[in-house]
T-cell receptor
Framework: GDSVTQMEGPVTLSEEAFLTINCTYTATGYPSLFWYVQYPGEGLQLLLK?????DKGSNKGFEATYRKETTSFHLEKGSVQVSDSAVYFC????????????FGSGTQLTVLP | NAGVTQTPKFQVLKTGQSMTLQCAQD?????MSWYRQDPGMGLRLIHY???????DQGEVPNGYNVSRSTTEDFPLRLLSAAPSQTSVYFC??????????????FGEGSRLTVL
């Protein structure tokens, strides 16, 4: 079945540092890929997505490129802020349907001033 | 903009007690779902519904019941709570599952502790 593997956290960075959170996946078809973010005390919200190979999703300074050859969708940001402290989830759907979203285990990011 | 509203936000139960977690959305979404979030395990799908009167099981349905009498509401019932059901529960909704791109809209979560 489909699966998503994220780098284990927690990740602690200083403000303005470069961020990478690794995500690799296993899927039988051609999945759509997502990054969701969960700020403290809140539900998850969609951060960015990519629906086909070589697509780059971007939002709020975050980027991730759909790499089919390495089955990866790593999240990057050039300069993190304290307000980026949150849990980040990588996810995929093989069918384009929300009911078949598969989530990774999440990566806790803490940014220190 | 209310979005997806869950109640209660916190609840403590004793083993064997029953309760209902409420979920309501005001976006006219056909698809609604319940997830549980446990440390190191991400989110796991409990039950989902593709429209009023239609429900189906997800990955971890045992111990939970759902119903969907209206488009707006999707309550989750625990008939006899067990300590293994201690978790954070999220309700989520989206547009028609046949045409969406996989984006879910989440509520703020309900933290349940079963003693």
């Amino acid at each position: 079945g489909d699966s998503v593997t994220q780098m284990e956290g927690p990740v602690t960075l200083s403000e303005e540092a470069f961020l990478t959170i690794n995500c690799t996946y296993t899927a039988t078809g051609y999945p759509s890929l997502f990054w969701y973010v969960q700020y403290p005390g809140e539900g998850l919200q969609l951060l960015l997505k990519a629906t086909k190979a070589d697509d780059k999703g971007s939002n709020k300074g975050f980027e991730a490129t759909y790499r089919k050859e390495t089955t990866s969708f790593h999240l990057e940001k050039g300069s993190v802020q304290v307000s980026d402290s949150a849990v980040y989830f990588c996810a995929l759907t093989d069918s384009g349907s929300a009911r078949q979203l598969t989530f990774g285990s999440g990566t806790q990011l803490t940014v220190l001033p | 903009n209310a979005g997806v509203t869950q109640t209660p936000k916190f609840q403590v139960l004793k083993t064997g007690q029953s309760m209902t977690l409420q979920c309501a959305q005001d976006m006219n979404h056909e698809y609604m779902s319940w997830y549980r979030q446990d440390p190191g395990m991400g989110l796991r799908l409990i039950h989902y519904s593709v429209g009023a009167g239609i429900t189906d099981q997800g990955e971890v349905p045992n111990g939970y019941n759902v119903s969907r009498s209206t488009t707006e509401d999707f309550p989750l019932r625990l008939l006899s709570a067990a300590p293994s059901q201690t978790s954070v529960y999220f309700c989520a909704s989206s547009y028609s599952p046949g045409t969406n791109t996989g984006e879910l809209f989440f509520g703020e979560g309900s933290r349940l502790t079963v003693l």
